[in-house]
Protein backbone atom coordinates (compact mmCIF):
# COMPACT_ATOMS: atom_id res chain seq x y z
CA UNK A 1 0.00 0.00 0.00
CA UNK A 2 1.50 3.43 -0.96
CA UNK A 3 2.75 5.41 2.04
CA UNK A 4 0.47 8.94 3.01
CA UNK A 5 3.52 10.85 1.93
CA UNK A 6 3.91 8.81 -1.22
CA UNK A 7 0.54 9.44 -2.40
CA UNK A 8 1.44 13.63 -1.41
CA UNK A 9 4.69 13.65 -3.08
CA UNK A 10 3.42 12.35 -6.77
CA UNK A 11 0.63 14.53 -6.21
CA UNK A 12 2.72 17.92 -5.26
CA UNK A 13 4.69 16.44 -8.56
CA UNK A 14 1.77 16.47 -10.63
CA UNK A 15 0.35 19.79 -9.46
CA UNK A 16 3.18 22.45 -8.94
CA UNK A 17 4.18 24.73 -9.25
CA UNK A 18 3.88 24.67 -5.17
CA UNK A 19 2.44 27.61 -2.99
CA UNK A 20 3.77 26.67 0.04
CA UNK A 21 6.64 24.68 1.82
CA UNK A 22 7.20 23.64 5.72
CA UNK A 23 10.82 24.63 6.94
CA UNK A 24 11.62 22.65 9.81
CA UNK A 25 14.29 24.12 11.58
CA UNK A 26 16.31 21.26 13.94
CA UNK A 27 18.84 22.20 16.35
CA UNK A 28 22.07 20.13 17.61
CA UNK A 29 25.11 20.89 19.19
CA UNK A 30 24.34 24.91 18.63
CA UNK A 31 24.81 28.08 20.08
CA UNK A 32 21.78 29.59 17.65
CA UNK A 33 24.09 31.69 16.10
CA UNK A 34 22.68 30.63 12.38
CA UNK A 35 19.52 31.36 13.40
CA UNK A 36 20.69 34.94 14.52
CA UNK A 37 22.48 34.88 11.10
CA UNK A 38 19.40 34.07 9.33
CA UNK A 39 17.92 37.48 10.48
CA UNK A 40 20.20 38.94 9.06
CA UNK A 41 20.12 37.94 5.78
CA UNK A 42 18.27 41.09 3.57
CA UNK A 43 18.66 40.18 0.20
CA UNK A 44 15.96 38.48 0.21
CA UNK A 45 14.85 38.73 4.02
CA UNK A 46 13.78 35.32 5.82
CA UNK A 47 10.41 37.58 6.13
CA UNK A 48 10.01 37.26 2.68
CA UNK A 49 10.12 33.94 2.41
CA UNK A 50 7.61 33.54 5.13
CA UNK A 51 5.07 36.06 3.95
CA UNK A 52 5.52 34.40 0.19
CA UNK A 53 6.25 37.83 -1.50
CA UNK A 54 8.87 36.60 -3.52
CA UNK A 55 7.64 35.94 -7.25
CA UNK A 56 7.50 32.24 -7.92
CA UNK A 57 8.99 31.14 -4.63
CA UNK A 58 6.24 29.18 -2.50
CA UNK A 59 4.43 30.97 0.59
CA UNK A 60 7.91 29.17 3.58
CA UNK A 61 5.87 27.91 6.60
CA UNK A 62 8.70 28.21 9.33
CA UNK A 63 8.65 25.81 12.10
CA UNK A 64 11.65 27.47 14.44
CA UNK A 65 11.33 27.13 18.13
CA UNK A 66 11.98 30.52 17.98
CA UNK A 67 9.45 32.03 15.27
CA UNK A 68 6.66 29.40 15.72
CA UNK A 69 4.04 30.22 17.93
CA UNK A 70 3.53 26.98 18.98
CA UNK A 71 5.57 25.29 21.10
CA UNK A 72 6.01 22.24 23.44
CA UNK A 73 3.63 19.45 22.16
CA UNK A 74 1.90 21.27 19.69
CA UNK A 75 5.66 22.31 18.08
CA UNK A 76 6.34 18.65 17.88
CA UNK A 77 3.28 17.80 16.32
CA UNK A 78 4.32 19.37 13.12
CA UNK A 79 7.13 16.82 12.86
CA UNK A 80 5.05 14.13 13.92
CA UNK A 81 2.42 15.03 10.78
CA UNK A 82 5.35 15.06 8.26
CA UNK A 83 6.64 11.93 9.08
CA UNK A 84 3.39 10.38 8.56
CA UNK A 85 3.02 12.31 5.68
CA UNK A 86 -0.18 14.09 6.50
CA UNK A 87 1.35 17.91 5.95
CA UNK A 88 -0.81 19.91 2.63
CA UNK A 89 2.63 20.51 1.39
CA UNK A 90 6.10 19.00 1.04
CA UNK A 91 8.90 19.63 3.71
CA UNK A 92 12.32 20.61 3.71
CA UNK A 93 14.95 20.48 6.67
CA UNK A 94 17.41 23.08 8.33
CA UNK A 95 19.87 21.45 10.36
CA UNK A 96 22.26 24.00 12.44
CA UNK A 97 24.61 22.35 14.99
CA UNK A 98 26.28 19.55 15.21
CA UNK A 99 25.24 16.28 14.88
CA UNK A 100 26.21 14.71 18.85
CA UNK A 101 26.69 10.58 18.97
CA UNK A 102 23.85 9.50 20.93
CA UNK A 103 24.99 6.20 21.24
CA UNK A 104 27.57 7.65 23.76
CA UNK A 105 25.30 9.88 25.62
CA UNK A 106 24.68 7.03 28.02
CA UNK A 107 21.12 6.40 30.07
CA UNK A 108 20.33 9.83 29.11
CA UNK A 109 20.60 11.99 25.43
CA UNK A 110 22.44 14.88 24.15
CA UNK A 111 19.47 16.56 22.03
CA UNK A 112 16.17 16.04 22.98
CA UNK A 113 12.60 17.59 20.85
CA UNK A 114 9.55 16.12 22.16
CA UNK A 115 8.59 13.16 23.23
CA UNK A 116 5.96 10.42 22.04
CA UNK A 117 2.71 11.14 22.94
CA UNK A 118 1.61 7.14 23.69
CA UNK A 119 4.52 6.22 25.55
CA UNK A 120 6.04 9.18 26.73
CA UNK A 121 9.22 8.36 25.61
CA UNK A 122 12.15 11.10 24.69
CA UNK A 123 12.57 11.75 21.43
CA UNK A 124 16.21 12.97 20.40
CA UNK A 125 16.68 15.75 17.52
CA UNK A 126 18.66 12.61 15.85
CA UNK A 127 15.56 10.52 15.33
CA UNK A 128 13.80 12.97 14.01
CA UNK A 129 16.74 13.65 11.52
CA UNK A 130 16.64 9.88 10.87
CA UNK A 131 13.04 9.76 10.07
CA UNK A 132 12.45 12.98 7.85
CA UNK A 133 15.18 13.23 6.14
CA UNK A 134 14.62 10.71 3.58
CA UNK A 135 11.23 12.65 3.15
CA UNK A 136 12.19 15.89 3.18
CA UNK A 137 12.15 17.50 -0.35
CA UNK A 138 16.22 18.94 0.51
CA UNK A 139 18.05 18.51 3.36
CA UNK A 140 20.01 21.83 3.96
CA UNK A 141 22.83 21.89 7.36
CA UNK A 142 23.41 25.27 7.84
CA UNK A 143 26.75 26.73 9.78
CA UNK A 144 30.45 25.22 10.31
CA UNK A 145 28.80 22.93 12.99
CA UNK A 146 25.71 21.32 10.69
CA UNK A 147 28.11 20.88 7.74
CA UNK A 148 31.53 19.93 8.48
CA UNK A 149 31.31 19.12 12.53
CA UNK A 150 32.85 22.56 13.95
CA UNK A 151 34.08 23.59 17.17
CA UNK A 152 31.51 21.04 18.90
CA UNK A 153 33.74 18.26 16.58
CA UNK A 154 37.35 20.07 18.00
CA UNK A 155 39.79 17.73 19.39
CA UNK A 156 39.09 16.63 22.88
CA UNK A 157 35.62 16.57 22.56
CA UNK A 158 33.93 13.87 24.23
CA UNK A 159 30.11 13.54 21.67
CA UNK A 160 32.19 12.29 18.76
CA UNK A 161 31.05 15.35 17.02
CA UNK A 162 29.89 15.38 13.21
CA UNK A 163 28.33 16.80 10.00
CA UNK A 164 24.88 16.24 8.79
CA UNK A 165 26.32 14.49 5.76
CA UNK A 166 28.61 12.79 7.86
CA UNK A 167 25.79 11.13 10.00
CA UNK A 168 23.66 10.54 6.53
CA UNK A 169 26.40 9.46 4.46
CA UNK A 170 26.98 9.85 0.49
CA UNK A 171 24.28 7.75 -0.40
CA UNK A 172 21.59 10.22 0.97
CA UNK A 173 19.19 11.98 -1.63
CA UNK A 174 16.25 13.52 -0.66
CA UNK A 175 12.90 12.81 -1.65
CA UNK A 176 13.73 14.97 -4.69
CA UNK A 177 16.86 13.31 -5.14
CA UNK A 178 19.06 16.19 -3.74
CA UNK A 179 22.05 15.19 -1.17
CA UNK A 180 22.96 17.36 1.74
CA UNK A 181 23.13 21.05 1.12
CA UNK A 182 26.08 22.74 3.40
CA UNK A 183 26.00 26.17 3.50
CA UNK A 184 29.32 26.60 6.09
CA UNK A 185 30.32 29.76 8.34
CA UNK A 186 30.64 30.46 12.16
CA UNK A 187 28.42 32.21 11.75
CA UNK A 188 27.23 31.72 8.63
CA UNK A 189 26.29 34.93 6.08
CA UNK A 190 22.11 35.17 6.63
CA UNK A 191 22.06 36.22 2.81
CA UNK A 192 24.59 32.67 1.76
CA UNK A 193 21.84 30.68 3.29
CA UNK A 194 18.70 32.36 2.01
CA UNK A 195 20.36 32.93 -1.42
CA UNK A 196 20.83 29.12 -1.38
CA UNK A 197 17.81 28.17 -0.07
CA UNK A 198 15.51 30.47 -2.92
CA UNK A 199 18.01 28.95 -5.38
CA UNK A 200 16.71 25.62 -4.47
CA UNK A 201 13.52 26.57 -3.91
CA UNK A 202 13.17 27.40 -8.02
CA UNK A 203 14.63 24.11 -8.75
CA UNK A 204 11.92 22.52 -6.73
CA UNK A 205 9.41 24.94 -8.46
CA UNK A 206 10.62 23.61 -11.69
CA UNK A 207 11.24 27.02 -12.70
CA UNK A 208 14.77 26.46 -12.50
CA UNK A 209 17.67 23.73 -12.97
CA UNK A 210 19.68 22.68 -9.85
CA UNK A 211 22.20 25.05 -8.95
CA UNK A 212 25.81 24.39 -9.17
CA UNK A 213 26.73 22.91 -6.21
CA UNK A 214 31.21 21.39 -5.44
CA UNK A 215 32.27 18.74 -4.24
CA UNK A 216 31.20 19.28 -0.70
CA UNK A 217 27.78 20.39 -1.47
CA UNK A 218 28.34 24.03 -0.74
CA UNK A 219 26.80 26.84 -3.23
CA UNK A 220 29.88 26.76 -5.85
CA UNK A 221 29.04 30.54 -6.66
CA UNK A 222 29.57 31.36 -3.40
CA UNK A 223 32.40 29.36 -1.90
CA UNK A 224 34.71 29.07 -4.67
CA UNK A 225 36.83 32.08 -4.20
CA UNK A 226 39.37 32.83 -1.47
CA UNK A 227 38.79 35.77 0.95
CA UNK A 228 42.07 37.04 -0.33
CA UNK A 229 41.23 37.01 -3.68
CA UNK A 230 38.45 39.91 -2.72
CA UNK A 231 40.07 41.14 0.58
CA UNK A 232 40.23 45.00 0.61
CA UNK A 233 43.41 44.81 1.94
CA UNK A 234 44.85 42.47 -0.52
CA UNK A 235 46.42 45.38 -2.84
CA UNK A 236 48.78 46.08 0.72
CA UNK A 237 49.88 42.02 0.15
CA UNK A 238 50.57 42.50 -3.29
CA UNK A 239 52.83 45.87 -2.48
CA UNK A 240 54.84 43.84 0.10
CA UNK A 241 53.30 45.85 2.76
CA UNK A 242 52.13 44.03 6.43
CA UNK A 243 49.92 45.19 9.63
CA UNK A 244 52.64 45.41 12.62
CA UNK A 245 49.48 45.04 14.90
CA UNK A 246 45.59 45.43 14.88
CA UNK A 247 44.39 48.67 14.25
CA UNK A 248 46.54 49.14 11.01
CA UNK A 249 45.31 49.18 7.84
CA UNK A 250 48.15 46.99 6.38
CA UNK A 251 47.24 42.96 5.41
CA UNK A 252 46.98 40.80 8.20
CA UNK A 253 48.86 37.59 7.13
CA UNK A 254 51.33 38.17 9.78
CA UNK A 255 49.32 38.48 12.25
CA UNK A 256 47.74 35.28 11.53
CA UNK A 257 45.14 35.59 8.57
CA UNK A 258 44.54 32.41 6.58
CA UNK A 259 42.52 34.24 3.99
CA UNK A 260 44.95 33.32 0.81
CA UNK A 261 43.64 29.52 1.94
CA UNK A 262 39.91 29.84 2.86
CA UNK A 263 37.48 29.68 0.91
CA UNK A 264 34.85 32.54 1.56
CA UNK A 265 32.97 34.99 -0.14
CA UNK A 266 32.65 37.17 3.59
CA UNK A 267 35.08 40.32 1.66
CA UNK A 268 32.87 40.96 -0.91
CA UNK A 269 29.39 39.86 0.06
CA UNK A 270 29.77 41.83 4.02
CA UNK A 271 27.57 40.65 7.35
CA UNK A 272 24.56 42.36 6.44
CA UNK A 273 23.26 44.13 4.29
CA UNK A 274 26.78 44.09 2.12
CA UNK A 275 28.47 46.06 5.21
CA UNK A 276 30.91 44.16 7.81
CA UNK A 277 32.94 41.53 7.14
CA UNK A 278 36.26 40.33 9.04
CA UNK A 279 39.13 41.95 7.44
CA UNK A 280 37.13 44.85 6.90
CA UNK A 281 36.48 44.98 10.71
CA UNK A 282 40.15 44.52 11.06
CA UNK A 283 39.68 41.11 12.00
CA UNK A 284 42.05 38.37 10.61
CA UNK A 285 40.66 35.06 9.06
CA UNK A 286 41.11 31.64 10.96
CA UNK A 287 39.23 29.84 8.44
CA UNK A 288 35.91 29.48 10.08
CA UNK A 289 34.08 28.07 7.06
CA UNK A 290 36.14 25.31 6.12
CA UNK A 291 35.91 21.84 6.93
CA UNK A 292 39.57 21.87 8.73
CA UNK A 293 37.99 24.47 11.32
CA UNK A 294 39.01 24.81 14.16
CA UNK A 295 41.92 22.33 14.54
CA UNK A 296 44.01 23.08 11.63
CA UNK A 297 43.69 26.63 11.99
CA UNK A 298 44.77 26.47 15.53
CA UNK A 299 46.31 28.01 17.28
CA UNK A 300 44.40 31.42 16.25
CA UNK A 301 46.38 34.70 15.82
CA UNK A 302 49.56 32.59 14.75
CA UNK A 303 50.86 33.34 11.41
CA UNK A 304 50.32 30.22 9.45
CA UNK A 305 53.99 27.88 8.24
CA UNK A 306 53.14 28.66 4.93
CA UNK A 307 52.70 32.79 5.02
CA UNK A 308 56.85 32.46 5.17
CA UNK A 309 57.16 32.27 1.72
CA UNK A 310 54.81 34.15 -0.09
CA UNK A 311 55.32 37.23 1.71
CA UNK A 312 58.98 37.17 1.12
CA UNK A 313 58.03 36.99 -2.32
CA UNK A 314 55.85 39.81 -1.87
CA UNK A 315 58.20 41.93 0.03
CA UNK A 316 60.87 41.57 -3.01
CA UNK A 317 58.37 42.21 -5.95
CA UNK A 318 55.99 44.57 -4.17
CA UNK A 319 59.00 46.88 -3.12
CA UNK A 320 59.61 47.63 -6.57
CA UNK A 321 56.48 47.71 -7.75
CA UNK A 322 55.58 50.27 -5.36
CA UNK A 323 58.20 52.45 -5.87
CA UNK A 324 57.04 52.28 -9.47
CA UNK A 325 53.78 53.44 -8.91
CA UNK A 326 54.54 55.84 -6.94
CA UNK A 327 56.61 57.36 -9.04
CA UNK A 328 53.76 57.45 -11.78
CA UNK A 329 51.57 58.78 -8.86
CA UNK A 330 53.85 61.63 -8.77
CA UNK A 331 53.48 62.00 -12.60
CA UNK A 332 49.64 61.31 -12.94
CA UNK A 333 49.23 64.02 -9.70
CA UNK A 334 50.34 66.72 -12.45
CA UNK A 335 48.13 68.50 -14.90
CA UNK A 336 50.30 69.02 -18.13
CA UNK A 337 50.11 72.80 -17.88
CA UNK A 338 51.67 72.13 -14.39
CA UNK A 339 54.82 70.31 -15.95
CA UNK A 340 55.30 72.62 -18.83
CA UNK A 341 55.46 75.67 -16.62
CA UNK A 342 57.33 73.77 -14.08
CA UNK A 343 55.21 75.33 -10.40
CA UNK A 344 52.69 73.76 -8.33
CA UNK A 345 50.05 76.58 -7.98
CA UNK A 346 48.64 75.00 -4.27
CA UNK A 347 49.10 76.62 -1.41
CA UNK A 348 48.74 73.41 0.28
CA UNK A 349 51.81 71.93 -1.18
CA UNK A 350 54.30 70.84 1.61
CA UNK A 351 57.84 70.92 0.03
CA UNK A 352 59.36 71.22 -3.51
CA UNK A 353 56.16 69.57 -5.55
CA UNK A 354 57.20 69.69 -8.94
CA UNK A 355 59.36 66.86 -10.20
CA UNK A 356 63.04 66.81 -10.67
CA UNK A 357 66.44 65.26 -11.80
CA UNK A 358 65.62 61.89 -12.09
CA UNK A 359 62.10 61.66 -10.96
CA UNK A 360 61.12 64.32 -13.86
CA UNK A 361 63.19 62.49 -16.34
CA UNK A 362 60.93 59.22 -15.14
CA UNK A 363 57.96 60.98 -15.80
CA UNK A 364 58.78 61.96 -19.08
CA UNK A 365 60.14 58.38 -20.54
CA UNK A 366 56.69 56.94 -18.95
CA UNK A 367 54.64 59.76 -20.80
CA UNK A 368 56.23 58.88 -23.89
CA UNK A 369 55.96 55.21 -23.53
CA UNK A 370 52.38 55.92 -22.74
CA UNK A 371 51.60 57.68 -26.21
CA UNK A 372 53.53 56.18 -28.08
CA UNK A 373 51.04 52.76 -26.80
CA UNK A 374 48.21 54.51 -27.49
CA UNK A 375 49.19 55.62 -31.09
CA UNK A 376 50.35 52.29 -31.47
CA UNK A 377 46.58 51.13 -30.26
S1 LIG B 1 44.20 40.42 5.39
FE1 LIG B 1 44.16 38.20 4.93
S2 LIG B 1 42.71 37.99 3.25
FE2 LIG B 1 43.24 40.17 3.39
S3 LIG B 1 44.96 40.47 1.98
FE3 LIG B 1 45.87 40.00 3.95
S4 LIG B 1 46.12 37.75 3.94
FE4 LIG B 1 44.71 38.26 2.31
S1 LIG C 1 36.91 35.53 6.45
FE1 LIG C 1 37.56 33.66 7.49
S2 LIG C 1 36.96 33.93 9.65
FE2 LIG C 1 35.85 35.47 8.43
S3 LIG C 1 33.85 34.49 7.93
FE3 LIG C 1 35.24 34.04 6.22
S4 LIG C 1 36.17 32.06 6.74
FE4 LIG C 1 35.27 32.87 8.62
Known amino acids: MRSRYEHNKRRFDAIGPLEKIYLFWIVG ?35 HTVVSVESGAEWVHNLFMADR ?15 MDESLSGDGYWMGLGEDPDTGRQ ?24 TWGGIPAASGNVTNASGVMDYL ?15 PGCSPIGDNFVETAVAVLLFLQGLAPLPEFDELGRPAW ?40 VQCNIAERGIVNGVGGCMQLGGICIGC ?35 LRNLTIGDKNMSPRWEHLDTLPSGWRRQEATPFGLEKLGHKFYN ?6 QSYN
Not at 85 to 99: H, K, N, T, Y
Not at 169 to 183: H, K, T, W
Request: with cysteine.
Open 29 to 63: ASCDGCTIALTGATNPGVEDLMAGSIPGIPKVEVV
Open 85 to 99: GELDAPFVIVWEGSI
Open 123 to 146: ITSLEWLTRLAPKAAATFAIGTCA
Open 169 to 183: GEEYRSAFGVPVINV
Open 222 to 261: LFSETVHRHCPRAGYYEEGVFAHEYGDKECLVELGCWGPV
Open 289 to 323: TMPGFPDKFSPFYASSPGHLISTSLSRVTGTFVRT
Open 368 to 373: AFQRSK
